[in-house]
């Protein structure tokens, strides 16, 4: 019983490490005024469509990931960003990080 212990409490403090001090339901924080415009949207996989996204609120500067660059390119900077979707069916998601590790994300609906 004392090593599961110690294994739990190692683990707890490998995510506190990595994380912050967060909650263990992940290292995002819930920062309520944090955003990302549109967070979700679909579009027409047989046509390329251009969308802009904007965050606002948390701490800058952000990190702009594009999760499947095979179903659409991201080009971003600051607090906006441009997505051009492949004609290719799928779901793609952008994630938006800011300084103090909360995370935003849109989903694009490629249909």
Do not use: H
């Not at 683990?11 to 339901?25: E, F, K, Q, W």
């Not at 046509?47 to 179903?71: D, F, H």
């Amino acid at each position: 019983m004392k090593t599961v212990a110690r294994a739990g409490i190692a683990l707890l403090l490998l995510v506190a490490s990595v994380c912050g001090v967060m909650p263990l339901s992940g290292c995002e924080d819930d920062d309520p005024d944090f955003s990302i415009t549109p967070d979700a949207v679909v579009v027409e996989a047989a046509t390329r469509t251009n969308l802009q996204l904007i965050v606002s609120g948390g701490i800058p500067p952000y990190q702009w990931e594009n999760t499947n660059p095979g179903l659409g390119t991201l080009a971003a900077a600051g607090d906006t960003g441009f997505y051009s979707s492949r004609p290719v069916v799928g779901r793609n998601t952008v994630s938006v990080t800011d300084a103090g590790g909360a995370v935003v994300i849109a989903t694009i609906e490629q249909m």
